[in-house]
Every structure is written in C-alpha cells, then in structure tokens.
C-alpha cells in the first residue's frame, strides 16, 4: 500500500506594488533617525539608574515605547494585541513566540511586559540596535556554537533566578515560509528545572508586513498577537518533550486560526498568496 503524501508548504511568488517600495524608503529613514533618538534616550536612561535599576527595568520600558510606537504610528498597520492579561507583570515566565519576521520584536515590546530578550550575536553587532540590547542586559547566542548555547542557557537561568523573565524564539530562526518550525528544547527543560511557567505568544501578520524571503515593507496589513495561556511545569514534570509539543500545537492552532479570521497571506496589490499548500 503506497504511504499517504504528506502536503508540502511552499514559498509562492511574491509581488509588492510601488507604494510598499516608496514606503519601505520612508520608514527605513525614520527608523534610522528615531532610533538615534531613542538610542540616545535609553543611554541617559541607563546612566542615571544603573545604581539602583539592577535588571535595566526602567531601559527595557524605555525600549518598548522605541519599538512599539512603529506599530502604532502608521495607520495602515491595523494592531491588536489579545490576552495580555496571561502576563502577571509582578510573576516571571519564560515567554516564547514564532519568529517569522524582525517585525515579531517590534509585537514583543508592544506587549509593555519586562523580561530579557535571547537573540543571535550578529544583532548585538548592529548600529544603535545591537547598542540598545547591550544597554538592555539581553541575551546573546551563536548559532551552532554548542558552548555559546550553553552559555546563553546559563545567563537565561540566572536571570530567571533573578525573577527577571526572558523571552525566546523556540524555532531558532525567521521561517521561510509562515509556518512554524520544530521547537527547539531549551527553554521547556528551563521551565521544568526553574518551575518558571511558559507563556505562549502567537505573532502574525508580521511575516507579510517583512518576511525573510524579501526586502520591502508592505505599507498595509492586519497585525495580530495572541498571548496564550501559560503552561505550567507542574503539568509536565520529567516531560519536557510533551511540554514542547504542547505548545508548538497550541501555537500553530492559534496561527492558523488567526490567519482565517483576518484573511492574513495575500500582498496588497496581488492575488496570490505568500503562503500556499498543495500537495506533489
């Protein structure tokens, strides 16, 4: 008997019209001058509270009004955030979220929650951006390099038992496609080794306002998040694989789920969608 065929998800021709190239130059100019500014701004910040601001609370809120007034300021971008309620801002979680634009930062900070982002070297090596995530105390890993993940999974357990909480991408990289890679283990052995619950974030929208695949802004989309419920490491204890798969179905549910509400996957000015499905 011929096994069944598993659909493949494949990357569909994308189009942007002339009003996303002449927007991606606006906004890849403010962006550049206002992050100067807010660069400069959470630099002072840091100055004249390191004393006594020991896990840069006062800097990462600093950063959240830098990075969530880009989605607030362009009407356009129709934003909502839902469930941010599941983040007690007096309790410390590991917070984790699909990564499938740069954009998916942007949603994070919008959330107005403290906690220490985990992101690749080669970020901290960017002007004003790399700048600020220094000034922020957050967490940086090379990619492949066995003792750097180590290392970053020793700085995040430190700063969890600091009540600080850190915020990750489980899939490790931006998809190519909008769907969600296989999570990586790291941040739910944490949780069951801390007894730091998981909160779940589902991003999207992001990935057809910039996805990896190409290099224009689009000007008009519906962005949403989702926080989740969290999952509690004392539902998954010596369980970390089912704690892991738990919230990756949880999560592509609330994707997909997301996705058809909003009708979210088209360009502005095309038919056809980034993300299609057939089977081969």
């Known amino acids: 008997m011929q096994a069944a065929e598993t659909p493949k998800t494949e990357i569909a021709t994308v189009k942007v019209n002339a009003v996303d190239r002449v927007y991606s130059i606006w906004f890849l100019t403010y962006f550049i001058l206002s992050s100067i500014f807010f660069n400069s701004l959470t630099a002072l910040i840091?100055?004249?509270?390191?004393?006594?601001?020991?896990?840069?609370?006062?800097?990462?809120?600093?950063?959240?009004?830098?990075?969530?007034h880009y989605?607030?300021?362009?009407?356009?971008?129709?934003?909502?955030?839902?469930?941010?309620?599941?983040?007690?801002?007096?309790?410390?979680y590991?917070?984790?979220?699909n990564h499938s634009s740069y954009f998916d930062i942007l949603v994070c900070y919008?959330?107005?929650r403290c906690f220490k982002f985990v992101s690749?070297?080669?970020?901290?090596?960017?002007?004003?951006?790399?700048?600020?995530?220094?000034?922020?105390?957050?967490v940086k890993i090379r990619r492949g390099n066995l003792a750097s993940i180590k290392e970053m999974m020793a700085v995040c357990k430190d700063w969890l038992?600091?009540?600080?909480?850190?915020?990750?991408?489980?899939?490790?990289?931006?998809?190519?496609?909008?769907?969600?890679?296989?999570?990586r283990a790291g941040s739910f052995n944490l949780s069951l080794e801390l007894g730091v619950p998981v909160v779940p974030i589902v991003i999207y929208g992001?990935?057809?306002?910039?996805?990896?695949?190409?290099?224009?802004?689009?000007?008009?989309?519906?962005?949403?998040a989702r926080v989740l419920p969290p999952l509690m490491p004392s539902d998954y204890q010596g369980k970390p694989g089912k704690m892991k798969d738990d919230a990756f179905k949880l999560m592509n549910d609330a994707?997909?789920?997301?996705?058809?509400?909003?009708?979210?996957?088209?360009?502005?000015?095309?038919?056809?969608k980034l993300i299609s499905t057939k089977n081969n």
């Open 94 to 97: 590991i917070i984790i979220g």
């Open 161 to 183: 038992k600091k009540d600080a909480s850190v915020m990750m991408f489980p899939e490790g990289t931006r998809t190519e496609t909008g769907e969600l890679l296989p999570f």
């Open 255 to 272: 994707l997909h789920e997301l996705r058809a509400q909003n009708q979210i996957g088209t360009t502005a000015g095309a038919d056809e």
């Open 46 to 68: 840091t100055l004249f509270t390191f004393p006594f601001d020991k896990r840069r609370r006062l800097v990462h809120m600093a950063s959240c009004v830098w990075g969530s």
């Open 120 to 138: 690749k070297e080669t970020i901290f090596k960017i002007p004003l951006i790399g700048w600020n995530m220094y000034l922020n105390q957050y």
């Open 71 to 92: 989605l607030y300021t362009n009407p356009f971008w129709r934003f909502k955030i839902e469930g941010a309620e599941h983040i007690d801002p007096n309790k410390t």
């Open 206 to 224: 992001t990935y057809e306002v910039f996805p990896k695949i190409r290099n224009v802004v689009k000007m008009n989309q519906t962005i949403r």
């Open 110 to 112: 919008s959330l107005f």
